[in-house]
């Protein structure tokens, strides 16, 4: 478990008039800052609230592909704002992700689940493994060629010529996606796995995309996957299937981060899934910070106000 101070405007200039025009201090004109207070769990712990209420996100563990395999899944995700905390301590869970592995025989796994206790709980469901690809060549049915069922579900083997079209995982409403359906060789594609914002694409091997956790979490950048075409930090992203990686998601043969989903691979390991995070983001409850200079009328009328951070 760790905490951060991230700064959010918080602070009414009560009894502040225009400096320059009463002789008072002289200095910036800033506006003093109270800190929200974040604490982000990527283990069990038990959270203890400073606020009554606040913004919770939960992602469980995604799963793992497998060389030859589709996308893995991104472990479910959910996230509320508001959210009611409790006066005793709300005990946390935080799901691993699954394995991913080598060629045949296989043994990825589906992720693990998180959950955030309290009175109304918050829980999530792991990302679904990457199918793999029917062994020996030409054999038509395998009970591992669909991608499994999760969070988000797996995306679908390759098979081989003759091998019919395998489907990918099924993904739980309001926690994740689909994933991706697998075709047969040579042309043919694996399937990507679904992320919490998007299904995967059954018509190209692209993976599901994840949750972006910047407007909850702004200025957190020690959880998520960093998407440079929008300055975004997402999570439980769907792994590669075919083509790249959802945001948030593992690309080929790479491991997913914050319940994404492994990256599957055509020569390679497949990779494993993310680790769950539970983040709690409580608004105000941080320390404060007054910058700039200022006149004593407003330091007075916002101490009496108990607006005047310490």
Excluded at 92 to 103: C, E, K, W
Excluded at 197 to 224: H, K, R
Excluded at 290 to 306: E, F, R, V
Aim: hydrophobic letters at 25%; charged letters at 10%; proline letters at 8%.
């Amino acid at each position: 478990m760790s905490t951060i101070n991230f700064l959010t405007p918080g602070f009414n200039k009560a009894g502040q008039n225009n400096i320059d025009n009463q002789g008072g201090v002289v200095g910036p004109e800033n506006d003093p800052v109270i800190n929200d207070l974040v604490t982000i769990f990527t283990s069990p712990g038990t959270f203890n609230r400073t606020s009554t209420q606040g913004t919770v996100l939960v992602v469980a563990g995604g799963g793992g592909a497998a060389n030859r395999g589709g996308g893995a899944g991104a472990g479910g995700a959910r996230i509320q704002t508001s959210h009611p905390f409790p006066a005793s301590g709300v005990p946390v869970t935080v799901g691993s992700g699954g394995a991913g592995d080598g060629p045949y025989p296989w043994s990825n796994g589906s992720g693990n689940g998180s959950t955030f206790g309290a009175s109304s709980p918050i829980s999530c469901t792991g990302g679904g493994r990457g199918g793999n690809r029917p062994y020996p060549p030409g054999q038509n049915s395998i009970p591992r060629k669909n991608g499994s069922p999760g969070g988000s579900g797996g995306g679908a083997a390759r098979g081989f010529g003759g091998t019919p079209t395998s489907p990918g995982g099924s993904g739980i409403s309001g926690e994740g996606n689909n994933g991706g359906q697998g075709t047969q060789d040579w042309s043919g594609y694996a399937g990507g796995g679904g992320g919490y914002n998007t299904a995967a694409d059954n018509a190209g091997g692209a993976a599901g995309d994840g949750l972006n956790i910047t407007p909850y979490f702004p200025g957190v950048t020690s959880i998520g996957t960093l998407v440079p075409a929008d300055g975004g930090y997402y999570v439980a992203g769907g792994g590669a299937g075919f083509s790249s990686g959802g945001k948030g998601g593992g690309a080929s043969a790479q491991n997913g981060t914050s319940g994404g989903g492994g990256g599957g691979s055509y020569g390679n390991p497949g990779g494993n899934g993310g680790d769950g995070v539970v983040a709690v983001a409580e608004p105000g409850a941080g320390p404060a910070r007054s910058s700039g200079m200022w006149t004593l009328k407003a330091q007075y009328t916002a101490a009496i106000n108990n607006n005047w951070p310490s």
